[in-house]
């Protein structure tokens, strides 16, 4: 056997750097430190007695012979999951493990979890929840739930929903203020998260041809949808909410969407999951129960996708 194969720990160390181009970013996945990730990838440069990773300035890259190597190595890792899963294929019941965005677990995801349980009493769903997309092929998360539509991922990835955002406040402030046309807006308290993107009161206020007069508003800003829900729930103000977010609340009362402006298409999540995993069997459970449950749930006009 060839001696330079005897640690795939290092190899392991070179793929996770080489796709993430980050010993940091690597580290996290790997769960050591990013010295231990640098020394693994100078004992492997030892090894093999070439450079595998030239510095750019902050940025990393990986020379000709380490394009070489992690194009073999993620071939090799591929090979030996498909291997390991036709040999290691579990059954329907186990634990599943599910990651999403904090709001959307909190607010859609984990309050629905009963009615899953209910049909398969089997799988135990562990829902974590997470700012950030973690790759799932070699990795023990079974499903992601992420926003956006475009990943850069070998893992099969779906468009699952498309989200309207609109306006919400209590039905106390809405009668409080009488919300007779969007132009009242500007007279309450506006709750908006700090990097919006697209969906800001800016964009909101553009769509409803009313004219922002920023100096003149008064604002609350907060890093989450869920912060800006619980802010409008104490009564502060109004925000901007994703429909799956907030659609509970608006039917039960809770919460009230004053105005019919939104802006559409709005927030697009996607499912992805690895068609290798050998949790499969688990993973398509839940993924016909999961659109299901949105197809019941949504109004016509949040359900825009959903095959």
């Known amino acids: ?67 070489t190597l992690f194009t073999a190595v993620c071939e090799a890792f591929t090979t030996l999951s498909t291997a390991f899963n036709s040999i290691q294929t579990e059954s329907l019941g186990g634990v599943l493990t599910v990651t999403a965005s904090p709001s959307f677990c909190s607010r859609w995801l984990v309050p629905r979890l009963w009615k899953f349980s209910a049909l398969h009493p089997d799988i135990v769903v562990r829902a974590l ?32 929903l498309v989200d309207p955002v609109f306006p919400v406040c209590s039905p106390q402030i809405a009668k409080q203020v009488q919300l007779s046309s969007p132009h009242c807006i500007c007279d309450m308290q506006l709750v908006e998260a700090i990097n919006p993107g697209l969906f800001s009161w800016r964009n909101w206020f553009e769509k409803a041809q009313v004219t922002m007069q920023p100096g ?63 949790r499969l069997t688990r993973i398509l459970a839940f993924r016909q129960w999961l659109k299901s449950e949105i197809n019941r749930g949504m109004t016509p006009a949040t359900k825009q996708v959903s095959k």
């Open 129 to 160: 929840a997470s700012p950030q997309y973690e790759e799932l092929r070699h990795s023990d998360i079974d499903v992601a739930i992420r926003q956006g539509d475009n990943f850069v991922t070998k893992v099969h990835q779906e468009l699952l």
């Open 1 to 67: 056997m060839d001696k330079r194969l005897r640690s795939l720990a290092l190899l392991r160390c070179f793929e996770a750097s080489a796709r993430l181009q980050s010993y940091s970013a690597a580290a996290v996945e790997l769960a050591i430190t990013q010295a231990a990730v640098s020394q693994q990838i100078r004992n492997l440069e030892e090894q093999l007695a070439v450079q595998l990773f030239a510095r750019e300035g902050r940025k990393m890259r990986l020379t000709k012979a380490g394009g």
């Open 216 to 278: 003149k508003l008064s604002w609350i800003e907060v890093t989450t949808w869920e912060m800006g829900i619980n802010a409008v729930l104490s009564g502060h103000g109004i925000c901007l909410s994703a429909a799956s977010m907030v659609q509970d609340m608006l039917d039960n009362g809770v919460l009230v969407k004053p105005f019919t402006v939104q802006l559409e298409p709005g927030l697009k999540f996607s499912l992805l999951y690895d068609e290798e995993s050998p």
